[in-house]
């Protein structure tokens, strides 16, 4: 089955360590997205990425780090300069057009404490 | 600048009547892109709808309709006759022909009652 996978899918972590998420997807697509999600705020864009080797910021990018060396996966690092880390995380993929619509992953939720 | 907001935050139904999400957006592009997600309270976006600021016709799949309003700046999502399984945060989403970054609204969480 073609989809985006995102592990674990609760993580939790003490203050001033580092985190690593994952997201896989097997849809042959150019585009990937990060997003997190905090209650009564919408979805904001961390980072996404158009092709293999190249990502951009998006509008809440400080404190987190990604790296797309292959084209099937866009892992996100929470780094400790995070000051709110404790949100629900939400993994994307698209053919990469304005147009196309976003495949979205399951989520992770990660508690910071 | 883009901005979408869905001035609606929560909606409480009873089943079988027909509720209206909003959505009002803001773009200096002539050509945008405009959707609609919703998402279940496991938590995955499901897509629903895509429509092209090029085509204002209303769109009707089952029990949902669309309402694009060009002269309004809006997007509006009708679900008929709702059902429980309809509850669920739904977002409305804008893009811009220059790139693929979607910009959300805060979302309006929709409970239908049995």
């Known amino acids: 089955d073609g989809g985006i996978t995102q592990s674990p899918k609760y993580l939790f972590r003490k203050e001033g360590q580092n985190v690593t998420l994952s997201c896989e997807q097997n849809?042959?697509?150019?585009?990937m997205y990060w997003y997190r999600q905090d209650p009564g705020q919408g979805l904001r864009l961390i980072y996404y990425?158009?092709?293999?080797?190249?990502?951009q910021k998006g509008d809440i990018a400080e404190g987190y780090s990604v790296s797309r060396e292959k084209k099937e996966s866009f892992p996100l690092t929470v780094t400790s300069a995070q000051k709110n880390p404790t949100a629900f995380y939400l993994c994307a993929s698209s053919i990469g057009l304005p147009q196309a619509e976003q495949y979205f992953g399951p989520g992770t939720r990660l508690t910071v404490t | 600048a883009q901005k979408v907001t869905q001035a609606q935050t929560e909606i409480s139904v009873v089943e079988k009547e027909d509720v209206t999400l909003d959505c009002v957006y803001e773009?200096?592009?002539?050509?945008?892109?405009l959707f609609w997600y919703k998402q279940p309270p496991s938590g995955e976006l499901v897509f629903l709808i895509r429509r092209n600021s090029f085509d204002e016709q209303n769109e009707i799949s089952g029990r949902y309709s669309w309402n694009f309003q060009k002269s309004t700046s809006s997007f509006n999502f009708t679900i008929t006759a709702s059902q429980v399984v309809d509850s669920a945060v739904y977002f409305c989403?804008?893009?811009?022909?220059?790139?693929?970054?979607?910009?959300f609204g805060k979302g309006i969480t929709l409970s239908v009652r049995p």
């Open positions: 773009t200096r592009d002539t050509t945008y892109y």
């Open positions: 849809l042959n697509h150019d585009a």
């Open positions: 989403a804008l893009s811009a022909r220059v790139n693929s970054k979607l910009t």
């Open positions: 990425s158009q092709i293999v080797n190249d990502f």
